[in-house]
């Protein structure tokens, strides 16, 4: 049999029709079709073989491998249709789940948290000038709370209204004052340290109050030290966070566990005295408490008030942070919004 014999001629016609119907079939099922009407029982191929019977007996083989030979390449067309199909379809898929021309999402990057920042920078101003950063516990003792700070039991502060009592004798330090009495009941004057640390209030929760915030204790104790010298390490304070020009002024003031005692303003970094909205019109914004160490609170240490004396005082962290930052309510401190810290970075 000769390359153009009738028989391959004719094989000839099927591949072309079946290459048509290949290129026509856009699925498996439809591929099935196909390979049903070319390659099943009754299709075509079957068809073919059949003339064989009617050839010389001599030229039979040789028909039958042609048939198988052809057989054989329409396989492979069709595993090429299946595979080109499977990538199609494949790629159809990954085009509905990726749009590559969809804008990225960027990852966010992390950074120190604000209060965290103002903390560390209001300490890095004490260690420079020798004070010892310590920190304390959370849950205090009422004596250290309280009665050692000069805190009768009927002081307003000692009533479960703004104290978070865990047991009759336990509290959620309402302030970082209780490290004054630990730092110095175990050690002998002078000393200098600074103490931040979280404290606990009942107060409602709103623009300007949390129940939970961040205070900086400060304490020196040494023979001749006066209130000049605590005016002069909150001004520098004050400085060195909101810049050169601020100053700071004491009102007087009432703490059981100093005499006299003051509160803390600096000037309204956001009007520069002349008064503004943040500061409510004053030029003033208040930090915190201070004052000269009690001699009930020196003696109750152990300390002899007639030798030395100390100051003290206690910002709060938010206060500083929350009017560095210009903001206007001091929940976005604790909501770790990730727009809202990523600008206060
Ligand atoms: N402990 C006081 C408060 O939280 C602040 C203060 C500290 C006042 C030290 C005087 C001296 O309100």
């Known amino acids: 049999m000769t390359p153009d014999s009738p028989l391959t001629e004719q094989l000839g016609d099927i591949e ?56 054989a390449e329409y396989e492979t067309l069709f595993e090429r249709r299946r595979e080109e199909l499977a990538r199609e379809a494949l790629e159809e898929r990954l085009r509905q789940a990726i749009d590559v021309t969809f804008p990225g999402i960027p990852p966010l990057v992390g950074s120190i948290h604000p209060i965290r920042r103002t903390m560390d920078d209001l300490l890095a101003y004490f260690e420079r000038r020798g004070f010892a950063v310590v920190v304390g516990p959370e849950i205090e003792s009422d004596y250290n709370n309280f009665d050692a700070l000069n805190i009768p039991p009927d002081h307003p502060a000692r009533e479960g209204l703004d104290s978070f009592y865990l047991r009759p004798d336990l509290v959620l330090r309402t302030h970082t004052s209780p490290m004054q009495i630990r730092v110095m009941q175990r050690n002998p004057p002078p000393l200098a340290i600074v103490v931040p640390g979280r404290v606990y209030r009942r107060d409602a929760l709103d623009a300007r109050h949390l129940y939970a915030f961040h205070q900086i204790e400060g304490l020196l104790v040494a023979p001749g030290v006066h209130l000049g010298h605590l005016k002069g390490a909150l001004t520098g304070m004050c400085r060195e966070v909101f810049g050169p020009q601020q100053s700071v002024r004491f009102r007087p003031s009432f703490f059981p566990f100093t005499e006299p005692s003051a509160e803390v303003d600096t000037t309204c970094p956001a009007c520069g005295g002349a008064g503004c909205r943040t500061c409510g019109g004053s030029g003033w914004i208040e930090l915190g408490g201070a004052g000269m160490v009690h001699p009930s609170v020196l003696r109750e240490v152990g300390y002899d008030p007639d030798v030395v004396n100390g100051w003290a005082f206690g910002v709060g962290i938010e206060r500083v942070a929350f009017t ?8 976005a401190f604790v909501e770790n919004d990730p727009a809202v810290l990523e600008q206060l970075a």
Do not use: C, W, Y
Not at 27 to 55: H, M, P, Q, W, Y
Not at 324 to 331: F, N, Q
């Open 16 to 71: 072309r029709a079946l290459r048509a119907e290949l290129s026509q079939a856009q699925n498996e099922d439809a591929l099935e079709d196909v390979r049903v009407r070319f390659l099943g029982r009754s299709g075509e191929i079957t068809a073919v073989r059949r003339t064989i019977g009617k050839l010389p007996a001599g030229e039979r083989p040789g028909a039958g491998r042609i048939i198988n030979d052809a057989v």
């Open 324 to 331: 560095r930052h210009g903001m206007d309510d001091i929940r």
